[in-house]
């Protein structure tokens, strides 16, 4: 009998509907091939491309791609600029591709920290793809999860000091929608390229029940295939979890 390939072995009926990626091993793939660690984000703009393009012909409802931590303003300084540099000339690239793809664009993070020339950028290439609704990209940028905590309980603080929210009425929802990510619905799936094994403050609140995939590859190596394994990976552990063990025998 034919192999199936990988995307026809996903079953799109339970695809996640938001997957979470830390996108990780740019700089030692870089380094491995005696290259500056520039080198290694450069090439994983290719992979941003891949997974996003994945994604959407799948149809998942979200990505969220940690791009830049609250943590990596403090690389060296050449670094965090050139960082900037390819973020701003990626989004004006990728804006025709993404209102081509129907996919909306998104960040979340201390936006406010980023120089100004990338957060006008940022900001057209949203307002430029705000109707489109095939899938949404967001983009984790100056972000940190227990930053933006911060930020949510100081929002419920003050509007309860105000008298505008009863104490005894904060619930999940309170704190789910005082979060950046307010309105998305919360990851199933995480992925961490680069073999390292740790969420490093990134989207703590939310990930509470994801499933959480780690893979050895370097992010400018991730392409489609990989995607497809880490879908199929999820896919099989809800399987496992769904079924009694008779029918998965019977499967
Ligand atoms: C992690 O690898 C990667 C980053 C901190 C930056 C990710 C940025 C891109 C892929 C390009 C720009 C993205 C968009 C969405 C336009 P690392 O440098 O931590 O690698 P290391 O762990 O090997 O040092």
Do not use: C
């Amino acid at each position: 009998m034919e192999q199936k390939s990988l995307k026809d072995q996903i079953d799109l009926n339970k695809l996640p509907e938001h997957i979470a990626i830390i996108m990780d091993g740019n700089g030692r793939w870089a380094k491995n091939q005696g290259k500056e660690r520039v080198y290694g984000h450069h090439n994983g703009v290719k992979s941003v491309r891949e997974v996003t393009e994945a994604g959407a012909e799948l149809g998942v409802k979200y990505m969220t791609l940690y791009a830049f931590s609250t943590e990596n303003w403090n690389r060296p300084q050449a670094e965090v600029t050139a960082l900037m540099a390819l973020l701003i000339h990626t989004i004006k690239d990728e804006l025709p591709t993404l209102n081509k793809n129907k996919i909306r664009l998104q960040a979340i993070g201390n936006l406010s920290m980023l120089p100004e020339d990338a957060q006008t950028e940022l900001q057209e290439a949203i307002d430029g793809t705000k109707d489109n609704d095939r899938m949404t990209l967001v983009l984790a940028l100056s972000y940190s999860a227990k930053w933006e905590i911060i930020e949510a309980v100081k929002d419920i603080a003050s509007r309860a000091k105000n008298g505008e929210l009863d104490i005894t009425d904060i619930d999940e929802n309170t704190i789910s929608n005082a979060l950046n990510t307010k309105g998305m619905p919360d990851p199933e799936l995480m992925i961490r390229t680069s073999g390292e094994t740790r969420i490093s403050n990134f989207l703590l609140w939310q990930l509470a029940y994801a499933e959480l995939y780690f893979t050895r590859t370097f992010w400018p190596d991730f392409r489609k295939q990989h995607l497809y394994e880490a879908i199929l990976n999820f896919q099989n552990r809800e399987r496992r979890f769904g079924m009694i063990s008779e029918q998965l025998v019977e499967e």
